[in-house]
């Protein structure tokens, strides 16, 4: 399954996934070089339970031994998502992946700050109601200031989907409290049942050219596409499409087609695999030019066993549901969010595809949006909706695919 770090800007959401998973995911040079999260980070781990009853993640059996395979409680995979607001839209993406979710909030800042509340929203929207609230760098604060934040967090979640939500102190630069972090997320966060699948789907987050600059042709490798199954299951050889695919001619008369591929291989977990299923992220590598998957060039596709692809629209129609009010940064007064108008101009995030959606034909809660990229997707799939405002998108609501 998915767990999804979320929160604002510097909360220790990237410390906590390497303090669960040994991994620390900001591994892009201008994350390294500006010290937050840009794209989407993603580690395995596993989580285990031992006969005295203590949790503990993959690699750090309480007494220093080896993990114990009779104790494992399940594998998971961490997303990490961006917590600058900037980077709102691949938060949301992230978002479409997640089985459920930590919310991460700092102890040293006052609740709620800007992001925590966009993503809270965020998780709403995407309909993610498994939360565990983390909160976090209680090793900054006294004992009082730590109190006076876990009230202010109470107040914040009133009346919102994480209302009832465990809240876990913890010191992710310390290990502080993991041990209890993990017993909330199993007992808060349960793996979906996915046995009803009918087709197999997958989700693209993520795609890669993994040939070294100057590899000879004789040993290049084909390309390779990271995300998550969220239907049924890909073994290797198995001839899939991947839409909506590549554009195809000029102008008015281009139309876009799905690629084909063949899968050659399969990663999840660090461990290769023969078959993957539903829940986790996966790596496959194909037999495709890397020149198709280079620099993330098919994030937002998806991916489907040959004849068993979703839809693919230049045009929705969408039954919408728009918030009250704005998220508003600080010092900044709520500003309240307006009905949609005709001709314009929407950022629309459906899985992990972005496009511009024009309005059109607006009957009170419906609407027609014309798309700059077409996106694969079902009816009834959500998707969420942001507005330009100033020199920046804002999440104002979402809309139901009809």
Wanted: proline fraction near 4%; hydrophobic fraction near 40%.
């Amino acid at each position: 399954m998915n767990i999804g770090l979320v929160g604002h800007v510097d909360h220790g959401k990237t410390t906590l996934t390497q303090a669960l998973s040994g991994v620390w995911t900001d591994t892009h040079s201008e994350e390294r070089k500006r010290g937050i999260s840009i794209k989407l980070g993603y580690a395995d781990t596993a989580f285990y339970k031992t006969e005295e009853g203590a949790h503990y993640p993959l690699g750090r059996r309480p007494d220093g031994g080896k993990d114990d395979d009779e104790e494992l409680l399940r594998v998971v995979s961490f997303v990490d998502a961006p917590g600058h607001e900037t980077l709102m839209a691949i938060m949301i993406t992230g978002a479409s992946l997640m089985d459920g979710a930590l919310l991460m909030v700092a102890a040293n800042e006052t609740c709620p700050q800007p992001q925590t509340r966009e993503h809270l929203m965020a998780l709403e929207i995407a309909g993610i109601e498994n939360i565990v609230v983390v909160q976090n760098k209680i090793d900054l604060v006294s004992r009082e200031r730590a109190l006076e934040s876990h009230a202010e967090i109470k107040e914040f979640l009133k009346g919102t989907i994480a209302e009832d939500a465990p809240i876990i102190p913890v010191s992710a630069h310390h290990d502080v409290n993991l041990d209890v972090l993990i017993s909330a997320i199993e007992a808060f966060i349960p793996t979906p049942d996915r046995s009803a699948d009918v087709r197999s789907v997958m989700h693209v987050a993520r795609s890669f050219d993994i040939n070294r600059p100057g590899t000879r042709p004789g040993k290049m490798r084909g390309g390779v596409i990271g995300g998550s199954i969220v239907e049924g299951t890909f073994s290797i050889g198995d001839e899939v499409q991947i839409a909506p695919g590549r554009r195809i001619g000029e102008g008015n008369k281009a139309v876009w087609q799905p690629i084909e591929a063949t899968i050659s291989s399969i990663q999840g977990g660090g461990l290769n695999l023969d078959t993957a299923h539903a829940g986790g992220l996966v790596g496959i590598a194909t037999k495709l030019d890397p020149a198709t998957t280079t620099a993330d060039n098919l994030s937002g596709q998806v991916i489907a066993l040959r004849g068993e692809l979703p839809g693919i629209h230049d045009t929705i129609r969408v039954e919408v549901d728009l918030m009250d009010t704005m998220v508003a940064g600080d010092g900044e007064a709520p500003e309240p969010v307006h009905r949609l108008r005709n001709n314009e101009m929407l950022m629309l995030n459906v899985a992990t595809a972005t496009s511009v959606g024009v309005v059109k034909n607006v009957e009170k809660n419906k609407a027609t949006l014309q798309l700059r990229l077409p996106i694969c997707a079902d009816e009834g799939q959500r998707v969420s909706i942001s507005r330009r405002t100033g020199s920046r998108w804002r999440l104002i609501g979402h809309a139901t695919i009809v």
